[in-house]
């Protein structure tokens, strides 16, 4: 089975430029996550779909980032406009109830840098 | 406050040694799974383990819901272990979101 799949690996931006970061989940998942991660912060949710359906997203991201499903295979996260603090590893998980077990896979991650 | 903490925040370790990761959570969880991530690299499932104990490999965790914590035991470590190791926990409710610690960076020397 194709894990986690995201592009770019990595992505370099000047500020206040649009960025669109893919996701593919694993084939069969219904659950998709958005997380990012920083040194400082750590790992934070920033968005969380189920069957395709927007289930939550992170409230201090909501200003700028949106993430959308439009089909279960896919999934965007765009970025307008880019601030150097954005600059963090994106990943995207995804994960499948199975008799409320529920657990998560990674994709590789995207580095953004915004300059 | 953070809702899941780990400890100790960095361990080294001579090749061989055992290694024992502590998490503690705040809420009744759900889910819990330890990942390992390497510099660079993504985060990688290594035990997915809400309630007791499960093996893979030189790989054990122990989860005590009930006292909110989990351990990750390593043993015989190996140079290839070092990286950082992070706990997350899912809670109950409608949210299906991990949230996390800020890891346990292993190093293990020759």
């Known amino acids: 089975d194709a894990g986690v799949t995201q592009t770019p690996r990595h992505e370099v931006a000047e500020k206040g430029q649009t960025i669109i970061l893919k996701c593919e989940p694993v084939s069969g998942h219904n659950d998709l996550f958005w997380y990012r991660q920083t040194k400082i912060q750590g790992l934070e949710l920033l968005s969380y779909f189920r069957s395709k359906s927007l289930m939550e997203d992170g409230g201090a991201f909501k200003d700028r980032f949106k993430a959308e499903m439009l089909n279960s295979s896919f999934s965007t996260l765009k970025i307008q406009p880019t601030e150097p603090k954005d600059s963090a590893v994106y990943l995207c998980?995804?994960?499948?109830?199975?008799?409320?077990?529920?657990?998560?896979?990674f994709g590789p991650g995207t580095r953004l840098t915004v300059l | 406050g953070q809702q899941v903490q780990q400890s100790p925040a960095s361990l080294v370790l001579q090749e061989g040694e055992n290694a024992e990761l502590q998490c503690n959570f705040s809420?009744?969880?759900?889910?819990l799974q330890w990942f390992y991530q390497r510099p660079g690299g993504s985060l990688v499932s290594l035990l997915y383990?809400?309630?007791g104990t499960k093996h893979t490999g030189r790989l054990t965790s122990t989860t005590v819901t009930k006292e909110r914590r989990s351990s990750l035991h390593i043993s015989s470590s190996q140079i290839t272990d070092s990286g950082t190791y992070f706990c997350?926990?899912?809670?109950?409710?409608?949210?299906?979101?991990?949230?996390f610690g800020l890891g346990t960076t292993l190093q293990v020397q020759p």
């Open positions: 809420s009744t969880a759900t889910q």
């Open positions: 997350a926990m899912g809670i109950t409710g409608n949210t299906r979101k991990l949230i």
């Open positions: 998980a995804s994960s499948h109830d199975r008799g409320g077990l529920r657990e998560q896979y």
């Open positions: 383990n809400p309630s």
